[in-house]
């Protein structure tokens, strides 16, 4: 069963920076890219970074590009999310998201973690 | 980019039919067939219900389905259940800068 744990979330001042991470395991990391999408509170989905399977490919939403960095450690299943210059507006629950594909970059986000939230306030 | 446009409500009555529409642009749901859709329920992760357009992963039941035509993809909900009602999103890739954008989402009420 694929399981999906993220951690890392919580209350910082704007201009700060934070590390989400996401523990992986029930399926083969290293064959998967992965996604990290958000949700404001009552809000819609967001996605907002990727990279596949081996970091060879990674892309940001506009709304992140130049202050979030996503990476993955495959030997350990984990994937991060370093996030700074953090802003009110990046107050979200954050999901990490298994691609659908192997060894591809499908773009379409079959599995999951419960998510962990970050409140950006002074 | 802006995100794709969604209703923000639709609703139908048990055994019935309901159609969301998700409209894009030239360079999102118009230019590529890598359309999908997620169905969330309140509190709950999004789930994946429609991938590439029209295909369902295992699992999902055949009363969903997706079509496109231009920029405007759509997901139909066929024999609603009560169990249906949920938030529906729909989601295009968007270029090698853009990997996911997705809709405001949809309010869908079994009544």
Request: with cysteine.
């Amino acid at each position: 069963e694929v399981q999906l744990v993220e951690s890392g979330g919580d209350l910082v001042q704007p201009g700060r920076s934070l590390r989400l991470s996401c523990a992986a395991s029930g399926f083969m990391f290293d064959d998967s890219a992965m996604h990290w999408v958000r949700q404001a509170p009552g809000k819609g989905l967001e996605w907002v970074a990727g990279i596949s399977w081996d970091s060879h490919f990674i892309a940001y939403a506009d709304s992140v590009r130049g202050r979030f960095t996503i990476s993955r450690d495959n030997a350990k299943n984990f994937l991060f999310l370093e996030m700074n210059s953090l802003r009110a507006e990046d107050t979200a629950l954050y999901y990490c998201v298994k691609d659908f594909g192997e060894l591809v970059v499908s773009c379409y986000f079959d599995s999951w973690g419960q998510g962990t939230l970050v409140t950006v306030s002074s | 980019q802006s995100a794709l446009t969604q209703p923000p409500s639709a609703s139908g009555s048990p055994g019935q039919s309901v159609t969301i529409s998700c409209t894009g642009t030239t360079t999102d749901v118009g230019d590529y067939d890598y359309v999908s859709w997620y169905q969330q329920h309140p509190g709950k992760a999004p789930k994946l219900i429609i991938y590439e357009v029209n295909k369902r992963p295992s699992g999902v039941p055949d009363r969903f389905s997706g079509s496109k035509s231009g920029n405007t993809a759509s997901l139909t909900v066929s024999g609603l259940q009560a169990e249906d009602e949920a938030d529906y999103y729909c989601n295009s890739y968007a270029g090698t800068n853009n990997w996911g954008l997705f809709g405001g989402g949809t309010k869908l009420t079994v009544l």
